[in-house]
């Protein structure tokens, strides 16, 4: 039990990782597509304030999730905005920046899936008996799976984005 509740926590430091190169990479977004994007202001004002509060150390594991899942609505809303300006799309700058943006993404999706995994066993192994008795006698819990909100669930909606 032990070993995989070190697999949960190791999993998590993963998605930690992959939040932390995609919190670099904000300001240099910031920088660049202010240039472009004047009406996306407050978009980007919102990223950089919960890329500060992320990267203050003071966040809890469910606040960091919620967290991560602010950010990748509005970093969505940025995508969708980009793909409708022609002259950002032909920017290089701009270029790099959403391949890289894309890869962190994934490399992100990727994290949550393995750190999900460890979650699922590590709960499996402390519920199923006997390692429940042992589990419940020191204190194991339940951890939550890393879950999307339902507004991520649907169809973005171009319009209200502007």
């Not at 004047?38 to 919960?50: D, F, Y």
């Not at 919620?66 to 002259?87: C, F, G, H, T, W």
């Not at 993404?105 to 390692?131: G, M």
């Amino acid at each position: 039990m032990i070993s995989i509740r070190n697999q949960v926590e190791n999993a998590f430091g993963g998605i930690d990782v992959q939040l932390k190169k995609r919190y670099d990479l904000i300001p240099n977004m910031v920088e660049t597509v202010k240039q472009y994007m004047a009406h996306e202001k407050e978009v980007l004002t919102n990223l950089t304030s919960m890329r500060a509060k992320a990267m203050s150390g003071n966040v809890s594991a469910e606040e960091k999730m919620d967290l991560d899942a602010q950010m990748s609505s509005a970093m969505k809303s940025i995508m969708v905005s980009v793909e409708n300006y022609p002259e950002l799309k032909a920017s290089k700058n701009m270029e790099l920046l959403q391949r890289s943006l894309n890869e962190v993404e994934a490399q992100i999706s990727a994290a949550r899936r393995t750190y999900n995994s460890a979650v699922t066993k590590y709960n499996t192994s402390i519920e199923v008996f006997p390692n429940s008795i042992i589990a419940n006698s020191q204190g194991y819990e339940r951890k939550s799976v890393f879950e999307i909100s339902s507004v991520e669930r649907e169809n973005v909606q171009i319009k209200n984005l502007f």
